[in-house]
């Protein structure tokens, strides 16, 4: 079992700067690639980014690009999503989770965590 709890979620303003937090626990996590996603009211879960332990990540470059950065801390099993240049469109409730592949896809990861939400204020 992994147990994944996020932090840092918040009220910001256009153009401010939030990081996440993604606190792992759990013998294997280390076995586990993480990922972030978002979901916004009436739209589906969308894919945010993804990192390895080892230090390999992705991103989605259709809003990511230039704004959003992944990185962790093995020795604090923390997942850091740090976020700049924030605007409206990146209000949503922001997910951790953790899957045995570095993917887009939600369904392939297997643990989440409670959500944190993020609200840009216009």
């Known amino acids: 079992q992994v147990q994944l709890v996020e932090s840092g979620g918040g009220l910001v303003q256009t153009g401010g700067s939030l990081r996440l937090s993604c606190a792992a626990s759990?013998?294997?996590?280390?076995?586990?690639?993480m990922g972030w996603f978002r979901q916004a009211p009436g739209k589906e879960r969308e894919f945010v980014a993804a990192?390895?332990?080892?230090?390999?990540?992705?991103y989605n470059s259709e809003f990511g690009k230039g704004r959003f950065t992944v990185s962790r801390d093995t020795a604090k099993n923390t997942v850091y999503l740090q976020m700049n240049s924030l605007n409206p469109e990146d209000t949503a409730v922001y997910y951790c989770?953790?899957?045995?592949?570095?993917?887009?896809?939600?369904?392939?990861?297997?643990?989440w965590g409670q959500g944190t939400q993020v609200t840009v204020s216009s």
């Open positions: 989770a953790a899957g045995g592949v570095l993917s887009r896809d939600y369904r392939l990861y297997h643990y």
């Open positions: 759990g013998r294997t996590v280390g076995n586990y690639d």
């Open positions: 990192t390895r332990w080892g230090g390999e990540w992705i």
